[in-house]
């Protein structure tokens, strides 16, 4: 079985044999775009060369980069820990051509990769393709369904709406049509029950996209009109994390060796065990998610604020303390301690983890300290106020006392298996 170290290492080197330079990650935090606080796709460092303002050469890249998705369009932030696949921070590997190769290429080496490299069984992958969009003039992408019937049968190819199969990212700004891969999971029995092409996009945990490859062809303009890009452009990205769990035939993608080296600290620091009671399975979930978004955002410049990108890692952090506290039973600082089990998983590849690690320890910690501070007087008050209220046969809270614990002691709600159990 592949370890995601080597999952990882083939990606690079499948596109390096394919022409492609192997570029770094960008940073997750963006400091030169007003559009964007974090990169959350592949394709953010390239705009410039995709709208034609810059060399497109190399015309060839392939990276895996950082993304934070917890804002904005994208936003996954409460599903953390609850599902089993959704992130704040994650992996994606992508491949571009700036004006090289594009449908068919893109879809063969996809092909390549999956089939010949890493051996998926073929049966289990479906594709997607733009169905077309009257209103916006589109019709159907005829030309990737034709590239797909090279690979796949007719009833592995799957007409996908504008939702699903017309990429962009945000209301002005490079977009096109894509081709989702749709990985089954599922077990020979469900399959035999239920075809996978049935489960496509219907949010089923074991029938998940995995690489979706968009055909980046039109500039969507302030209007909402769509205008030709200079160059025709392959944009990919790949969830790492769900492709590991595929290679290592799970249902989870906590259960790979992506995450569970940081659960076990946890099983260790805490004495409790995953998967056997489930607020504490989903808690050890959220911190394990959120120290990978906390710990990149930090080594990348990103300190925790009360503003803006800042706010944002603050939350996230916040967060993981709260289930922490909550369900682990850690009444001091304790996201920390988990950060040399990162360093030595994700170090090698990152090598900005390793050199910022002193600052990530000191940043966290204080912190969550602080946050630890503000926690216990908040939670206090209002579990007063609440007995309070419970011997006056109330169940409302006057605005005052709210707004004063809002106001002062900041957010105190607690996850939501507290608040509505």
């Given at each position: 079985m592949l370890t995601a170290k080597e999952i990882r290492e083939s990606y690079k080197k499948?596109?390096?044999?394919?022409?492609?330079?192997?570029?770094?990650?960008?940073?997750?935090?963006?400091?030169?775009?007003p559009t964007l606080m974090f990169t959350n796709a592949g394709m953010n460092q390239w705009k410039d060369i995709i709208l034609g303002t810059k060399d497109p050469e190399p015309r060839r890249r392939a990276d895996t980069q950082k993304c934070l998705r917890v804002s904005g369009k994208h936003n996954d932030l409460e599903e953390v820990g609850h599902d089993t696949y959704h992130h704040t921070m994650f992996e994606m590997l992508g491949n571009w051509s700036f004006g090289d190769y594009f449908k068919e290429g893109a879809i063969d080496m996809a092909w390549e990769y999956l089939v010949d490299v890493l051996k998926l069984d073929p049966k289990d992958l479906y594709v997607t393709v733009f169905e077309g969009d009257a209103a916006e003039g589109l019709e159907r992408d005829d030309e990737a369904a034709g590239y797909w019937a090279k690979h796949v049968p007719a009833d592995?190819?799957?007409?996908?709406?504008?939702?699903?199969?017309?990429?962009?990212?945000?209301?002005?700004?490079?977009?096109?049509?894509?081709?989702?891969?749709?990985?089954?999971?599922?077990?020979?029995?469900?399959?035999?029950?239920?075809?996978?092409?049935?489960?496509?996009?219907?949010?089923?945990?074991?029938?998940?996209?995995?690489w979706n490859l968009v055909f980046m062809q039109y500039q969507r303009m302030a209007d909402g009109s769509l205008e030709k890009l200079a160059m025709n452009v392959i944009d990919t990205g790949m969830g790492f994390e769900r492709l590991v769990r595929a290679l290592q035939g799970k249902h989870s993608n906590y259960d790979t060796d992506v995450f569970q080296p940081i659960i076990k600290e946890i099983e260790k620091l805490t004495g409790l065990k995953y998967e056997e009671e489930e607020t504490a399975t989903v808690a050890m979930r959220v911190c394990a998610d959120h120290l990978r978004a906390v710990a990149f955002s930090i080594a990348d410049g990103q300190l925790p604020s009360?503003?803006?990108?800042?706010?944002?890692?603050?939350?996230?952090?916040?967060?993981?303390?709260?289930?922490?506290?909550?369900?682990?039973?850690?009444?001091?600082?304790?996201?920390?301690?988990?950060?040399?089990?990162?360093?030595?998983?994700?170090?090698?590849?990152?090598?900005?983890?390793?050199?910022?690690?002193?600052?990530?320890?000191?940043?966290?910690k204080e912190e969550e300290d602080s946050f630890l501070r503000t926690l216990e007087r908040g939670i206090n008050l209002l579990s007063t106020a609440m007995d309070e209220l419970k011997a006056q046969g109330k169940t409302v809270l006057n605005g005052s006392d709210a707004f004063k614990l809002f106001d002062t002691y900041g957010r105190v709600d607690l996850p939501r298996e507290r608040l509505y159990r």
């Open positions: 499948f596109f390096e044999s394919k022409g492609h330079v192997i570029v770094p990650s960008a940073p997750m935090v963006i400091k030169d775009d592995h190819i799957i007409n996908g709406n504008k939702h699903d199969n017309f990429w962009e990212m945000g209301d002005t700004g490079p977009c096109g049509p894509c081709s989702e891969i749709h990985l089954d999971s599922r077990t020979a029995e469900e399959k035999a029950q239920v075809p996978g092409r049935e489960l496509v996009n219907k949010d089923n945990p074991q029938v998940i996209e995995i009360n503003a803006k990108a800042g706010y944002v890692i603050r939350r996230i952090l916040r967060r993981a303390v709260r289930y922490a506290y909550t369900f682990l039973g850690q009444k001091e600082a304790f996201m920390f301690k988990l950060l040399p089990v990162l360093v030595q998983e994700m170090g090698d590849a990152f090598p900005e983890l390793k050199a910022q690690q002193e600052l990530i320890a000191r940043v966290m």
